[in-house]
């Protein structure tokens, strides 16, 4: 994606070392000196705007930058979840190491630094096994007590004792019989940093942000993952390898946090964003600081069109536009929805060949065992609730407690509000229907309900092999005891992971119908408090998105956004994906003018994001998106959200 954008210069291995300020600009940087000891080159970059996105801050640093390095007192912003003794001032360090199966026995002799006495120095040691490595291994981590800029290296050297050692301990101790055949195939050089500098913007983003989802008009970015912090000694502590707290959701970043308060032309990107040390345990991960990159990128780009400096962003007009620019290329904000002039879709209607009418789905999936509590969340439009019928298998003669559930913020995804609840008695048997029907008021907005069947493992409900976007079965496996932290104490629920995670096999009376195709024009293109998708009937067998306009339009350009799968907790590392595809996002999908021309084909796609620009601009009274095929079979055809642009639209000013 780099080397084929042909306005980026991409000079791998080099490293900054030295920044140019003219003299009478202080506050500003006016180039960076950079060296690659690849091609014994020394390269001098100037420019308007520069962003660090570097780990360590490498260039905020040496330009004068207000970080901060450790964590923040309590008191200072009131978090109650800031470290004290036993977390120490940083996360720490880990490396990764993976095994192979030789298909033979392999010795393992210790190199003289491993460490020794593995059972004695590591309190976990009975979590290892034979088969796990890698990121599996994340708690394999230490140097939380250290400087973790300038003792990376040797915090990587007691790492490296640590894996050569705990090697040593499974390959020699006897007590892994399964571990003969198994080497150590590789170690790595340089071990995984998770927190160092953290950079001081114009707001610094706490724990009540992330934990209240406090809502911001500046927000650009979101996150998603846990406050996530561990024990200062690592691997060697007595304590868990990580100690979280959930939010209800996904939370707001704002842009203020994305650039430097006293270098008045520097963004900053990733896990060095202005935030305490307990906001960072949630936004130092991958996907956040991906998101925040795409903000500062698009910030950027406003600046050098307008010739103004970050901080001036933050004027509400101008916040306005960058937000607007950001939806427009599928950066999601939680609780802002696209408002875009320029688009065409909105000013037509859109139609479509079918709609999915959520009435029932086939009991042709696995038994699920209620081992916790589990819960069929079901995006229900305004009115009354419908009531769900199941089918259950039960061993014995129990009964069983059934509960409705809703939230208590409309954008939050935990089923946190009990709307009623009652007691079934089951006998033993085979398909026996279980009737779902709760006397609760009918709602005025969209809304997510959660069917809840609480924990009972003489019980098991039948599931489906449908997967359907927006529609994801929950479980309850553990309380959060967070009063003492500054939070509340609430239920965490969350989604199985494929090939698990089967939706149950339900009926609803009345059907509802949450999968308008003017869903896919409402500038959402994600589920938040509803589905937002367009969602075609199962039986459909040549799906169609048709949109209309009572006058012609001169079109230019078409936008799709299909399911990349949002709904399923997909980790990258090691975790393994069950398909080779996302079962709901579209593969193969044509688009037809009104006269039914062909404007475009795709037989083969993967992404989320599909922009298409027509080789030449077409005038026309509409046109339909047909999907020929999903990844999956077991998933209708469905779409976010479709857009079109004219010839001179603004967005391709900027992008």
């Not at 040496?62 to 978090?79: I, S």
């Not at 990128?297 to 509400?316: F, K, N, T, V, Y």
Request: aromatic share 10%; proline share 6%; glycine share 8%.
């Amino acid at each position: 994606w780099l080397v084929r954008e042909t306005n980026l210069t991409l000079l791998l291995n080099t490293a900054a070392f030295e920044i140019i300020k003219l003299e009478q600009s202080p506050d500003r940087i006016d180039g960076v000196r950079a060296f690659c000891s690849q091609n014994s080159t020394m390269y001098e970059c100037r420019a308007p705007l520069f962003c660090d996105s570097s780990g360590d801050g490498i260039v905020g640093f040496l330009a004068g930058a207000a970080f901060r390095m450790g964590a923040e007192a309590r008191d200072e912003f009131d978090e109650q979840f800031a470290p004290t003794g036993e977390f120490g001032h940083l996360l720490g360090h880990s490396i990764y190491f993976y095994s192979k199966d030789t298909g033979r026995p392999v010795r393992f002799t210790a190199p003289s630094f491993a460490l020794k006495n593995v059972p004695e120095r590591i309190p976990r040691f009975r979590a290892f096994n034979a088969r796990e490595h890698g990121c599996r291994l994340w708690w394999i981590e230490w140097g939380g007590r250290l400087d973790t800029v300038h003792e990376t290296e040797t915090i990587k050297w007691e790492l490296w004792k640590v894996v050569y050692g705990v090697w040593d301990y499974i390959k020699n101790s006897g007590k892994f019989p399964d571990s003969d055949n198994l080497t150590l195939e590789w170690v790595g050089m340089i071990p995984g940093k998770r927190e160092s500098r953290r950079f001081e913007g114009a707001y610094m983003l706490r724990q009540q942000d992330v934990m209240q989802r406090r809502l911001h008009d500046d927000a650009v970015s979101f996150g998603g993952w846990s406050i996530d912090l561990h024990p200062a000694d690592g691997v060697f502590s007595d304590l868990a390898g990580s100690h979280h707290l959930n939010a209800r959701g996904v939370y707001q970043i704002p842009y203020r946090c994305y650039y430097s308060h006293n270098i008045t032309n520097l963004f900053f990107a990733g896990r060095i964003i202005s935030a305490t040390h307990v906001a960072f345990g949630s936004i130092r991960v991958m996907a956040t600081g991906a998101h925040g990159g795409q903000a500062v990128g698009m910030a950027a780009a406003l600046c050098r069109r307008s010739g103004c400096l970050p901080a001036d962003l933050c004027e509400p007009g101008q916040i306005k536009l960058l937000q607007r620019e950001l939806l427009r290329i599928g950066q999601h904000i939680p609780n802002k929805a696209l408002e875009d002039p320029d688009e065409l879709v909105r000013r037509g209607s859109v139609s479509a060949s079918s709609e999915l009418r959520l009435g029932a789905l086939p009991a042709n999936g696995p038994l699920h065992r209620l081992e916790w509590s589990a819960a069929q969340m079901v995006p229900v439009p305004p009115g009354g609730v419908p009531a769900m019928a199941l089918m259950v298998d039960v061993d014995a003669d129990t009964e069983l407690r059934v509960e409705l559930r809703s939230t208590s913020r409309d954008d939050h995804q935990s089923p946190d509000v009990i709307l009623a609840a009652r007691a079934i008695a089951l006998n033993v048997g085979r398909d026996i229907p279980l009737y779902l029907e709760f006397d609760v008021p009918s709602a005025d907005r969209h809304r997510y309900l959660f069917y809840c069947l609480m924990k009972n493992p003489r019980v098991q409900v039948r599931c489906t092999e449908s997967r359907i976007t927006g529609l994801l079965v929950i479980a309850h496996k553990r309380d959060e005891k967070t009063g003492h932290v500054g939070g509340d104490e609430y239920e965490v629920w969350w989604p199985q992971r494929r090939p698990a995670g089967h939706l149950f096999a339900f009926t609803l009376e009345p059907a509802i119908a949450p999968f308008a195709p003017a869903n896919a024009a409402n500038g959402i293109a994600r589920p938040t408090n509803q589905s937002n998708a367009w969602v075609a009937a199962l039986d459909d067998s040549m799906p169609s998105l048709n949109v209309n306009w009572v006058e012609a339009q001169h079109i230019a350009r078409i936008e799709l956004f299909f399911d990349p799968d949002y709904d399923h907790p997909m980790e990258s590392v090691l975790m393994g994906q069950p398909e080779r595809a996302v079962p709901f996002c579209v593969k193969r999908y044509r688009i037809r003018d009104a006269a039914g021309i062909i404007l475009h084909e795709c037989h083969e796609n993967h992404q989320a994001r599909n922009t298409i620009h027509l080789r030449e601009p077409v005038t026309t009274t509409g046109f339909s998106v047909e999907v020929l095929e999903t990844n999956a079979p077991c998933s209708p055809a469905a779409i976010f959200e479709c857009r079109c642009y004219g010839v001179n639209d603004k967005t391709r000013q900027i992008m």
